[in-house]
């Protein structure tokens, strides 16, 4: 009898054994994040202030997590191809998406029927911004904002611009500046692009009248003499083009779109994985090598966590919506 209670004993030892196992391995596997390559989706081609931020984070969490972070992009198709392929994503944290307004604010707005929703996804952080330019080939008549004003007002069914499709910071733009100067946008004709980068090569070889494009991917190409910058879209000029206006001194408050950049993730990521994002963007955040980078591609560091970046989402998006909606 003795032998028996003793067996039962040891039974019941190595079921409890067997179900604190199940309890502690679980929580310890889960500290083991990133082990593998991970893929950021851009959802541009490269050249563009979403790529080139995309870069930046990319190579500063290589260095901190001693892990390839590799960029991948995905242009075309109004960003939605490579929001899908993050949606379709395990949710493990090894695919993640460059995020700005074109994929999310702006996506439910101006794609129709769309398969997803934007608010689904895990938002991680906003890490940078960048004001948009107003530009126009250097060899253009219109040396001011208010000569391409009247231009536009003029004909606006030959008034050529740089668009990328419709879900762009750059659409947005030129939506609110066609909504200012009471040109119905629908009356204008636009030229589609897959980035931003090639926004400023179309406008730098005298293909369109009207060019955008944030200040990280139009530099460059001002600075090369190729494009004339007419105005930016920031509440206060740009310390690198000082001698260019901003949309509000010359009388257009209202447009004021600024191009930022964070990281976002499948839907329903791990609280410790994206804990462990938080973290470590947080951390670069006051790291003086990822302060300066982002400012050589002529961005500011701007940082807004989960909460804050979802919120800043939704009132963009209903800004967009208004704006998508109405005419002059």
């Not at 470590?280 to 701007?302: C, G, Q, R, T």
Request: aromatic share 8%; with cysteine.
């Amino acid at each position: 009898m003795k032998g028996m209670k003793w067996g039962v004993a040891k039974i019941c030892y190595a079921l409890l054994l067997i179900s604190l196992s199940g309890l502690i391995f679980p929580v310890y596997s889960v500290d083991k994040y990133p082990t593998r390559p991970i893929e950021i989706v851009v959802p541009y081609s490269p050249g563009g202030a979403t790529d080139l931020m995309g870069r930046i984070i990319a190579n500063a969490l290589n260095k901190k997590w001693k892990v390839p972070v590799n960029v991948v992009n995905k242009p075309g198709g109004n960003t939605l191809p490579a929001c899908m392929d993050v949606y379709r994503a395990k949710a493990d944290g090894y695919t993640m998406l460059a995020d700005n307004q074109a994929s999310s604010s702006m996506l439910e707005n101006v794609v129709k029927d769309l398969p997803i929703k934007v608010l689904d996804r895990t938002f991680i952080a906003m890490i940078g911004v960048a004001p948009n330019v107003l530009i126009v080939p250097t060899e253009s008549s219109y040396k001011t904002l208010n000569d391409i004003i009247a231009e536009a007002k003029k004909d606006p069914k030959t008034f050529t611009w740089t668009s990328i499709g419709g879900a762009a910071p750059q659409d947005f733009t030129i939506r609110q500046f066609f909504k200012s100067i009471n040109v119905d946008v629908s009356q204008t004709k636009p030229i589609m692009t897959q980035g931003a980068a090639q926004c400023v090569t179309l406008t730098a070889g005298n293909h369109v009248k009207l060019g955008c494009g944030a200040t990280s991917s139009s530099m460059p190409a001002i600075q090369a003499g190729s494009v004339r910058p007419l105005a930016i879209t920031s509440k206060t000029r740009f310390p690198e083009l000082a001698n260019v206006p901003t949309t509000a001194e010359l009388g257009y408050p209202a447009v004021d779109c600024l191009y930022w950049v964070g990281i976002s993730g499948p839907p329903k990521l791990p609280s410790y994985i994206a804990d462990a994002w938080d973290s470590a963007l947080k951390e670069l955040m006051k790291d003086s090598e990822m302060i300066a980078n982002l400012k050589s591609v002529k961005a500011m560091p701007f940082y807004h966590d989960s909460k804050g970046t979802r919120e800043y989402v939704i009132k963009e998006s209903q800004e967009v919506k208004k704006l998508w909606s109405s005419k002059p």
